[in-house]
C-alpha cells in the first residue's frame, strides 16, 4: 500500500512538473513572440506622428488616434470570440497579423482617413492582448510586467535603425518591415501546441485604481515626439536616440520596480517629468516610463483579481482601450489649443496621480505586481 501510495506521488509530481515546464515553455514563446512585436513596434514608433504631420494639420492628430482608440475598445470582445473558435494560439495569431497589415500600409497614407484607418488596423492587437496576458497569468500574474520589460529590449537600437531606414530608404520601407516584423510575432505563438489558457470569469476588483494611472501615457501619446522633434530641430537619428534612452529606462524600471509596494507611484513620478519638456530635451526621455505605468497597472488589477482568464482579461483590456480613449480625447482637447503643451499637460497630471498613488500605497493599497 505504501508503496502505491509513494508510486502515486511520484507520478503527480511528475505531472506536475511536466505542466510547469509546458507553462514556462509558454512563458518562453510569449516572450520571443513580444521581442518581434516589439522590433517592430520600437523601428517606427518615435517616427509616427512626425510622418503623419506631413500630410495631417498637426493639431488634427490626436483626432486620428481618437478614431483608432474608438474602433479599439471593440477589439477585446472580437478576441473573446476568436479565443472561443480559434483557441488562443489561433486567436493571438490572427489579431497580430492584422495589426501588422495596418502598419506596413502606413508609409501609403497620404489624408486624414486613410491615416485613421490604418491605425484603426493596427488598434488590433486588443484582441490578441487578453489571450496572451491570459497565457501568461495562468503562470503568475508577475510575468505580465516582465515579458513586458523583456519585450522592450529592442527599443536600445530599434528607434535609431528605424531614423537609420527612414532617412536612406523612406518611411515606406521602414512601415513596410515594421509590419511584417509585428505580423511575424504570431509565428512563435503558433509553434506552441500546449499554450493553454483558462476563460475564466470577468469579475474585476481593483481597477478603479490602477487604470487612470494610463491616462497621461495616452494623452502625450499622439504628440511627444512631434514635440521633441519641432521644438528642438532634431533629425530622424537624433530622435531616435532620444527614444531609445527613453525607453530603456522603461525598461529597467519596470523590472526593478515590479515587485515593489511603491513601484506604480515610482514609475508615474518618473513620467511626470516629461512637464519640464520646455526646459531640455532630456526629460523627454521621462517619457520611457510608460513601459513600466502601464504593465505595473495592469498587474495591480490582476492581483486583485485571483487567477484571471480571457474573460477578465477581455474585460480589462476593454477598460484599457477606454482609458486610452480618454486620453486621445483629452489629448485632442489640448491640441485644439496648443498642441506644443500636450507634455506639459500629461506630466502634470502624472504628478497628481503620483500623490494619490503614494497615498494609497500607504494606506496598505498596493498599486505593482505580486
Given at each position: 500500500?505504501?508503496?502505491?501510495?509513494?508510486?502515486?506521488?511520484?507520478?503527480?509530481?511528475?505531472?506536475?512538473?511536466?505542466?510547469?515546464g509546458?507553462?514556462?515553455k509558454s512563458v518562453?514563446?510569449?516572450?520571443v513572440?513580444?521581442f518581434?512585436?516589439g522590433i517592430?513596434?520600437?523601428?517606427?514608433?518615435?517616427?509616427?506622428?512626425?510622418?503623419?504631420?506631413?500630410?495631417?494639420?498637426?493639431?488634427?492628430?490626436?483626432?486620428?488616434?481618437?478614431?483608432?482608440?474608438?474602433?479599439?475598445?471593440?477589439?477585446?470582445?472580437?478576441?473573446?470570440?476568436s479565443?472561443r473558435?480559434?483557441g488562443?494560439?489561433g486567436?493571438?495569431?490572427?489579431?497580430m497579423?492584422?495589426?501588422?497589415?495596418g502598419?506596413?500600409?502606413?508609409?501609403?497614407?497620404?489624408?486624414?482617413?486613410?491615416?485613421?484607418?490604418?491605425?484603426a488596423?493596427?488598434?488590433?492587437?486588443?484582441?490578441?492582448?487578453?489571450?496572451?496576458?491570459?497565457?501568461?497569468?495562468?503562470?503568475?500574474?508577475?510575468?505580465?510586467p516582465?515579458?513586458?520589460?523583456?519585450?522592450?529590449?529592442?527599443?536600445?537600437?530599434?528607434?535609431?535603425?528605424?531614423?537609420?531606414v527612414?532617412?536612406r530608404l523612406?518611411?515606406?520601407?521602414?512601415f513596410?518591415?515594421?509590419?511584417?516584423l509585428?505580423?511575424?510575432?504570431?509565428l512563435?505563438?503558433?509553434?506552441?501546441r500546449?499554450?493553454?489558457?483558462?476563460?475564466?470569469?470577468?469579475?474585476?476588483r481593483?481597477?478603479?485604481?490602477?487604470?487612470?494611472?494610463?491616462?497621461?501615457v495616452?494623452?502625450?501619446?499622439?504628440?511627444?515626439?512631434?514635440?521633441?522633434?519641432?521644438?528642438?530641430?532634431?533629425?530622424?537619428?537624433?530622435?531616435?536616440?532620444?527614444?531609445?534612452?527613453?525607453?530603456?529606462?522603461?525598461?529597467?524600471?519596470?523590472?526593478?520596480?515590479r515587485?515593489?509596494?511603491?513601484?506604480?507611484?515610482?514609475?508615474?513620478?518618473?513620467?511626470?517629468?516629461?512637464?519640464l519638456?520646455?526646459?531640455?530635451?532630456?526629460?523627454?526621455?521621462?517619457?520611457?516610463?510608460?513601459?513600466?505605468?502601464?504593465?505595473?497597472?495592469?498587474?495591480?488589477?490582476?492581483?486583485?483579481?485571483?487567477?484571471p482568464?480571457?474573460?477578465?482579461?477581455?474585460?480589462?483590456?476593454?477598460l484599457?482601450?477606454?482609458?486610452?480613449?480618454?486620453?486621445?480625447?483629452?489629448?485632442?482637447?489640448?491640441a485644439?489649443?496648443?498642441?506644443?503643451?500636450?507634455?506639459?499637460?500629461g506630466?502634470a497630471?502624472?504628478?497628481?496621480?503620483?500623490?494619490v498613488?503614494?497615498?494609497?500605497?500607504?494606506?496598505?493599497?498596493?498599486?505593482s505586481?505580486?
Amino acid at each position: 500500500m505504501k508503496t502505491a501510495t509513494a508510486a502515486a506521488g511520484n507520478t503527480s509530481r511528475s505531472t506536475t512538473g511536466v505542466r510547469r515546464g509546458a507553462l514556462r515553455k509558454s512563458v518562453l514563446y510569449i516572450t520571443v513572440s513580444w521581442f518581434l512585436w516589439g522590433i517592430g513596434y520600437y523601428g517606427y514608433f518615435a517616427y509616427l506622428s512626425p510622418y503623419m504631420s506631413s500630410f495631417v494639420e498637426p493639431s488634427r492628430i490626436s483626432l486620428i488616434y481618437v478614431i483608432a482608440g474608438a474602433t479599439s475598445v471593440a477589439y477585446p470582445s472580437a478576441g473573446l470570440i476568436s479565443y472561443r473558435l480559434l483557441g488562443v494560439r489561433g486567436s493571438i495569431s490572427l489579431w497580430m497579423t492584422v495589426a501588422g497589415l495596418g502598419i506596413s500600409m502606413m508609409g501609403l497614407a497620404r489624408n486624414f482617413a486613410q491615416f485613421a484607418l490604418l491605425l484603426a488596423l493596427n488598434q488590433a492587437f486588443y484582441g490578441a492582448l487578453p489571450s496572451y496576458y491570459a497565457s501568461l497569468a495562468k503562470e503568475e500574474a508577475s510575468y505580465i510586467p516582465l515579458v513586458w520589460a523583456l519585450s522592450v529590449a529592442p527599443s536600445f537600437f530599434m528607434p535609431t535603425i528605424g531614423g537609420l531606414v527612414a532617412s536612406r530608404l523612406g518611411f515606406t520601407v521602414l512601415f513596410a518591415a515594421s509590419g511584417v516584423l509585428i505580423a511575424s510575432s504570431a509565428l512563435p505563438v503558433a509553434a506552441i501546441r500546449g499554450l493553454r489558457a483558462d476563460e475564466g470569469a470577468a469579475g474585476v476588483r481593483g481597477w478603479a485604481l490602477a487604470i487612470p494611472a494610463m491616462i497621461p501615457v495616452a494623452l502625450e501619446s499622439p504628440y511627444i515626439f512631434l514635440v521633441i522633434e519641432r521644438a528642438y530641430s532634431m533629425s530622424s537619428l537624433q530622435l531616435g536616440l532620444v527614444a531609445s534612452a527613453g525607453e530603456a529606462v522603461g525598461m529597467m524600471s519596470a523590472l526593478v520596480l515590479r515587485r515593489t509596494r511603491w513601484g506604480l507611484s515610482a514609475a508615474l513620478a518618473g513620467f511626470s517629468m516629461t512637464a519640464l519638456l520646455t526646459i531640455s530635451w532630456a526629460f523627454g526621455i521621462a517619457f520611457g516610463f510608460w513601459e513600466a505605468v502601464i504593465p505595473l497597472a495592469i498587474a495591480y488589477v490582476s492581483y486583485g483579481s485571483g487567477s484571471p482568464g480571457v474573460r477578465f482579461y477581455t474585460y480589462l483590456t476593454t477598460l484599457q482601450a477606454l482609458t486610452f480613449l480618454a486620453g486621445y480625447l483629452s489629448s485632442s482637447a489640448v491640441a485644439s489649443v496648443n498642441y506644443m503643451a500636450v507634455p506639459m499637460i500629461g506630466g502634470a497630471l502624472s504628478a497628481v496621480l503620483t500623490a494619490v498613488y503614494v497615498f494609497l500605497s500607504g494606506r496598505g493599497r498596493r498599486p505593482s505586481a505580486r
